[in-house]
Nanobody, 115 residues
């Protein structure tokens, strides 16, 4: 069973910053690609950023230059540093761990950006 625990969401003004964290078991962290997804009200879930076990990263065009995904092998934690936040970044953010065809999800954390 893969367990992912997210933290760090909240309310922030436009232009502000937040850092999300996702904790996983050591075994999960060592073999799974990790990522952040989000679902805004009335929209489908979308990829925000992804990081492989070798720390290769991928970003959605909408967050490039503003968000940074990273992983700390010590502590088995993944982070999403979000800077220059915009109201359109408001969504529930989900941590995900993927291996082959299997993807596991965290419970989600709300990020709200006020204008």
């Amino acid at each position: 069973q893969v367990q992912l625990v997210e933290s760090g969401g909240g309310l922030v003004q436009a232009g502000g910053s937040l850092r999300l964290a996702c904790a996983a078991s050591r075994r999960t962290f060592s073999i799974y690609a990790m990522g952040w997804y989000r679902r805004a009200p009335g929209k489908q879930r979308e990829l925000v950023a992804r990081i492989t076990t070798s720390s290769s990263t991928t970003y959605a065009d909408s967050v490039k230059g503003r968000f940074t995904i990273s992983r700390a092998n010590t502590g088995s934690t993944m982070y999403l540093q979000m800077n220059s936040l915009k109201p359109e970044d408001t969504a529930v953010y989900y941590c995900a761990a993927s291996l082959g065809l299997n993807t596991y999800w965290g419970q989600g954390t709300q990020v709200t950006v006020s204008s």
